[in-house]
């Protein structure tokens, strides 16, 4: 089965917050991420967090990870209707025996409301 | 300039038929991957490259083959097309890194669609 769950669909209004969940199962996952997807256009990573790390802060995004549940959330304050895409989880170990084998998550599609 | 770019966009053939789409970084990263994207949008790595050497090599069929003729280039090749190989490939790339300090980020090209009739 897949390392990395995400739910597939969040609907939000522009202007509210949205939150994304991630759950993941490696616990040696020591890097995690936030991926975005555009309709048509390959994936951009929006932000990362390390693993000693419990909350990280990038302007309008809030990353918190529980590593003892082993849950990652993306938090997007005042949602815009350019927000509307894909948001994929993913995880490394980051070790050299583990080095280029990332999971990702099946993605969740955010659409933005007007 | 486009940092990972990959030809064709979009690719319409018939079963049976071979296949290449090629991928170019110039960002000088030493990593280079395939990633396959399903219908429902999960992304699955396939192959991946380190200064031309295969380190990943997922459970694909041995019709998929990686060649890497250099750090900044990896190509796939699809032999004998079937209508489950349709799908986006993704080719992506990372810095060789732990010497350099890893933040692991991966750089995507805009996918290559494949439809297989």
């Known amino acids: 089965g897949e390392d990395v769950e995400q739910s597939l669909f969040l609907s939000v209004r522009e202007g509210d917050s949205s939150v994304i969940n991630c759950t993941y199962t490696d616990s040696s996952s020591t890097y995690l991420y936030w991926y975005k997807q555009e309709p048509g256009a390959g994936l951009q990573l929006l932000t990362y967090i390390f693993s000693n790390m419990d909350m990280k802060q990038d302007q309008r995004l809030t990353v918190l990870l529980n590593k003892k549940d082993k849950h990652l959330s993306l938090r997007i304050a005042d949602t815009q209707t350019g927000d509307s895409a894909i948001y994929f989880c993913?995880?490394?170990?980051?070790?050299?025996?583990?080095?280029?084998?990332?999971?990702f998550g099946a993605g969740t599609q955010v659409v933005v409301t007007p | 300039d486009t940092a990972v770019s990959q030809t064709p966009k979009y690719l319409v053939t018939q079963m049976g038929n071979d296949k290449s789409i090629k991928c170019e970084q110039n960002?000088?990263?030493?990593?280079m991957y395939w990633y396959k994207q399903d219908s429902k949008k999960f992304l699955k790595i396939m192959f991946s490259y380190n200064n031309k050497e295969l380190i990943i090599n997922e459970t694909v069929p041995n019709r998929f083959s990686p060649k890497s003729p250099d750090k900044a280039h990896l190509n796939l090749h699809i032999n004998s097309l079937e209508l489950g190989d349709s799908a986006v490939y993704f080719c992506a790339s990372s810095q060789d890194s732990i010497r350099l300090g890893f933040t692991g980020e991966l750089f995507f090209g805009e996918g290559s669609r494949l439809t297989v009739l």
């Open positions: 960002l000088g990263h030493d990593t």
């Open positions: 993913a995880e490394t170990a980051g070790t050299t025996d583990s080095w280029g084998k990332f999971q």
